[in-house]
């Protein structure tokens, strides 16, 4: 490659401080890819930009450039060669060390009797909380309610019993509870009353009938 010219900056959009490239920088790919696809559309498509510049000035670069893409496609199809390569681009990678921190300084300590901001008043201590004696001779003895007498309340009449409450119907409402009771019976005799006198009545009939000589056919 001639001195003046940079193919791989030129052509394939390398900077310098990444020269020589790599498989994955020749194609144009990110690092570490595998997908067969996208690897040798990659190829084809470096390849295909790379061989316009064959009949120029720079035609052995772009010959030789047109080989190493060759080789790249090869080396990354095959998963065995692939995976070798990118041990090799990881051994070659330096180890950055994690960040230190300086040894030489320290905290600055503040004094809480000073304000941190000349806006700022240092924060008072907070009173511990005061116990409340148990016993004193303000509180008032609490007062405990005798238990009340239970209200008796009959079967006849509940209210009978109960405070406060007015009476005036009191008996009324027994005397109907009563009647109610002693005439639940009633219609139940007037019914078998009415069928027994229906029942006699045909009986007699028939006698007649069989003591006039008439037969029922």
């Known amino acids: 490659m001639s001195e003046q010219f940079n193919a791989y900056r030129k052509w394939l959009g390398i900077p310098p401080e990444q020269q020589p490239p790599n498989h994955y920088q020749l194609l144009g790919i990110g690092e570490y890819e595998s ?14 930009h790379v061989r316009t510049f064959q009949s120029g000035p720079h035609s052995d670069d772009s010959q030789r450039i047109l080989n190493e893409i060759t080789q790249a496609k090869l080396c990354l199809l095959k998963p065995d060669s692939r995976a070798a390569y990118e041990a090799k681009i990881r051994s070659q990678k330096p180890v950055t060390a994690p960040p230190t921190i300086p040894t030489g300084e320290r905290a600055i300590p503040v004094s809480p009797s000073q304000p941190t901001h000349p806006g700022m008043s240092p924060m008072a201590p907070l009173a511990p909380p005061r116990a409340i004696p148990v016993g004193s001779a303000h509180e008032q003895p609490i007062k405990v309610r005798p238990a009340e007498t239970p209200i008796r309340v009959t079967p006849d009449n509940p209210t009978a019993q109960l405070p406060g409450i007015a009476q005036p119907n009191a008996k009324t409402v027994t005397r109907r509870a009563r009647r109610g009771r002693r005439n639940a019976g009633v219609p139940w005799i007037l019914i078998l009353g009415v069928l027994f006198g229906v029942g006699s009545l045909i009986a007699i009939g028939i006698i007649i009938l069989r003591a006039t000589g008439v037969t029922l056919e």
Not at 35 to 48: F, L, S
């Open 35 to 48: 997908d067969p696809d996208v690897i040798e559309n990659a190829a084809d498509r470096q390849m295909a």
